[in-house]
C-alpha cells in the first residue's frame, strides 16, 4: 500500500541511508567516469562530504556537484538538487517503489563489475530475483511471426534450465521473451528506461502489470520519469550487465538490440544469435554478429553448453 507523504510520516531524507544514494545519482556532472575517478582517491562516497570546497575542486568535481555537496551538509532543501532529491525519494514512498542502491547487499553482483553502473535502482516486484542468474533476449520491435516464436520458445526453455530470461520489454521480441517465460511459470526480469510506475508501451501495461506480480520490473530512472529515446540505449547495459550472456533473436543492421550485444562484449559476457533466412533482413544484424565470433545458436543447449564454465 502506497505511503503517505505528509511531513509526519515519510523519513527524512538526510537521515535515510537512501536518500543520500539518490542525492548522489541527482549530482550534476557525476557520471560514471567521474565517480570511478572519486573511487580512486577515496574509498567512500561519505567521504565526500568530510571534505571542504577547496579539497573537492582538488579531486576534480565541478563547481556545480561542489554547490549540492555543500548544500546536503547543510541539509538546504531549497537546493534545486536536494529538492530534487528528495521528490524522489518522497515519490517512491508514495507510490510503494523500492529502492535499491550499490551499498545493499543484495544490490545485483555482476552490475558491481560493470564501469557505469548504476547507483540507483528503481525496482517493482521481487527484488530478490536480480540476484539470480540472468540470460537477456534482445530483438526486432518488428519481428516475424517466426522470431517472436523464437524469442517464446527460447524464453520457456532456459526458465526450464534454471536461467532467469531478462529483456527490455520493447514491443516485438523484448515482449514475446517475457510473455514466454510468464507463460511457462517462469518469472522474468524487465529493464525499462522510463518509472516503474509509468507502462511503456501502452500496450504492454498488461504484460507489465503481470511481470510486476510475478517477476520484477527494474530502471535507473525514477517513479514519474516519462520514456525518452536516449533513455534506452542506457537502458541496454543494464539489459547485458545483469546477465551471463545475450540471445539476439533477430536484429537487423542498424539494430539497437547490435548495441546490446556490442555492450554484452565489453562486460566480458557471452553473445548468442539464432541465423535466419538471407532473405529475411531481420537476420542480418545476427550473421553479422555470427561472423563477429557470436555463438550460432539452434536450441538452448547450445546457450547451455557455451555457459558450462561460466
Known sequence: MPLATDS???PNLFQSEHGFWIFLSCLP?????RQQAILEQLPDFRQLLTHNAATLKALGLAAETIAALEAWRRQDNAHPVVANADGIYRNCLRTGTAILTIADADYPEPLRHI???PLVLYVRGDRSLLGRDQIGIVGSRNATRAGLEHARSF???????GLLV??????????????GALD?????????GNGVDKPYPYRHRTLSE??????????????GTSAKAGHFPRRNRIISGLSRGILVVEAGLKSGSLITARLALEQGREVFAIPGSVHNPLARGCHHLIRQGAKLVETVDDICEELGGW
Open 166 to 179: 531478462t529483456s527490455g520489454l520493447a514491443l516485438g521480441v523484448d515482449g514475446a521473451a517475457h510473455a
Open 29 to 33: 556532472k557525476f557520471g560514471a567516469r
Open 155 to 161: 524464453a520457456a526453455a532456459l526458465g526450464q534450465k
Open 184 to 192: 511457462a511459470g517462469f518469472p522474468t526480469v524487465a529493464v525499462i
Open 115 to 117: 564501469h557505469d553502473g
Open 210 to 223: 503481470r511481470i510486476a506480480g510475478e517477476g520484477v520490473i527494474v530502471s535507473e530512472y525514477p517513479p
Open 8 to 10: 509526519l510520516s515519510v
